[in-house]
T-cell receptor
């Protein structure tokens, strides 16, 4: 079975500061990894994904994430956040094989303050 | 525009009544999913379907039922057997195993 742990339920930061949202996963097989963003009362939008290849993945809105197999982590980073980045962020894993369904973490609420 | 449409956006029902949530996609995706979201719980998988006329239980299927008679549609029925149905329900679809899922805008169900 696979699982995802998002280490921080809430992360408050000031505008233009850097931010890192942490995600660790467990799986017995090779994985695909994803970060999604959710604005209030809306669905989820894909920020970025790791399927294979380069471990540094760049996504939309200036976000990037690094896949670290030895530490089973996939942390999300942004060098300078904006007020509009305030949202909930979800890390998700899929084993990419027969068990293709996504398993999500519990989410991290990022609040960007002026 | 291609996408996933969930309706209605808000739904109120009395306790003990069954209710059906609609999910339609025009992305020509084979796989469709239903997730339940509760505050602080993330998303939990209710049911998923990889092909028409076939579906599988997810992690919290008790009290829910689905059908997949058409590729484009995957309705979810919340039955009276679901002990705590008030939640935000999200429908998603994808093209192949393990690739990204595209989400609808969700339906917020409140049972009173």
């Amino acid at each position: 079975a696979q699982s995802v742990t998002q280490l921080d339920s809430q992360v408050p930061v000031f505008e233009e500061a850097p931010v890192e949202l942490r995600c660790n996963y467990s799986s017995s097989v090779s994985v695909y990894l994803f970060w999604y963003v959710q604005y209030p009362n809306q669905g989820l939008q894909l920020l970025l994904k790791y399927l294979s290849g380069s471990t540094l993945v760049k996504g939309i809105n200036g976000f990037e994430a690094e896949f670290n197999k030895s530490q089973t982590s996939f942390h999300l980073r942004k060098p300078s956040v904006h007020i509009s980045d305030t949202a909930e962020y979800f890390c998700a894993v899929s084993d990419g094989g027969s068990n293709y369904k996504l398993t999500f973490g519990k989410g991290t609420l990022l609040t960007v303050n002026p | 525009d291609g996408g996933i449409t969930q309706s209605p956006k808000y739904l109120f029902r009395k306790e003990g009544q069954n209710v059906t949530l609609s999910c339609e996609q025009n992305l020509n995706h084979d796989a469709m999913y239903w997730y339940r979201q509760d505050p602080g719980q993330g998303l939990r998988l209710i049911y998923y379907s990889q092909i028409v006329n076939d579906f599988q239980k997810g992690d919290i299927a008790e009290g829910y039922s689905v059908s997949r008679e058409k590729k484009e549609s995957f309705p979810l029925t919340v039955t009276s057997a679901q002990k705590n149905p008030t939640a935000f329900y999200l429908c998603a679809s994808s093209i192949v195993r393990g690739t990204e899922a595209f989400f609808g805008q969700g339906t917020r169900l409140t049972v009173v």
